[in-house]
């Protein structure tokens, strides 16, 4: 659980639960970029993704640090983590925009569902759930035609620095057969990451493209752009 005022913003790092449909609209997915191939995401948390893309006969592997800990104790975490976010949103009104979620009461339902979601098909697929954290991923190169990265890099200036999030980025363009994705580019009080420049020109050295790409998705303000990552 979250202590509150220990980091600016938010505070510690938090399991989220993401409903399928969410992970849709912030990476801009098709149904097509779903169906084409092997897709992961990193780190998963306890989202629903992977359950919702299985239902859509997607191929998802999820892979997350918290996978270590018993299912229970997990989901337990999973939903404290959700309801000390949703006490966020709802104590800074100024930093959110309500268009994929109606109000603040929506928001705790549907990321309930979706760790609801998540244990579920965790316990009928437990192979898709992998024990595995950045920057040292258990897969091998190019193992993924796509990957995902939601809410980690860029979201927690204060836990993670520069060398981090170059290698963390490194790592999922290093499993990434076509495009790594990561989103948002802010943190959770709506501020770009800074260093986000000298980020891609760091792995354009390094023969990894980059493209800012808007999407038809902002929950936190200023948060609706995905960066995509393409190894050469």
Do not use: K
């Not at 629903?48 to 996978?67: C, K, L, M």
């Amino acid at each position: 659980m979250t202590t509150p005022g220990a980091y600016r913003g938010l505070g510690d790092i938090i399991v989220t639960a993401r409903p399928y449909d969410e992970y849709v609209a912030m990476f801009g997915l098709s149904a097509d970029e779903l169906l084409r191939g092997p897709v992961l995401d990193c780190p998963a948390g306890a989202s629903g993704f992977a359950a919702g893309a299985r239902a859509r006969g997607g191929d998802v592997t999820a892979v997350d640090p918290e996978y270590a800990r018993p299912p229970d104790a997990l989901i337990r975490r999973a939903v404290a983590d959700t309801r000390y976010g949703n006490q966020y949103v709802r104590a800074n009104p100024h930093t959110y925009s309500w268009g994929f979620f109606r109000d603040p009461d929506d928001h705790l339902a549907r990321r309930l569902a979706a760790a609801d979601a998540f244990a579920a098909d965790r316990a009928r697929h437990p192979a898709a759930y992998v024990v595995g954290a950045l920057p040292d991923l258990p897969f091998a190169d190019g193992r993924f035609r796509l990957v995902l990265s939601s809410h980690l890099l860029f979201v927690y200036p204060d836990h993670l620095g520069y060398s981090d999030h170059l290698a963390f980025a490194r790592e999922l363009a290093r499993v990434a057969g076509g495009e790594a994705r990561i989103f948002p580019l802010v943190d959770t009080l709506g501020a770009r990451w800074p260093a986000l420049d000298r980020l891609r020109h760091d792995l354009a050295r390094e023969g990894i493209g980059t493209e800012v790409r808007p999407v038809a998705y902002e929950f936190i303000r200023g948060g609706g752009e995905v960066l995509v990552l393409r190894p050469s």
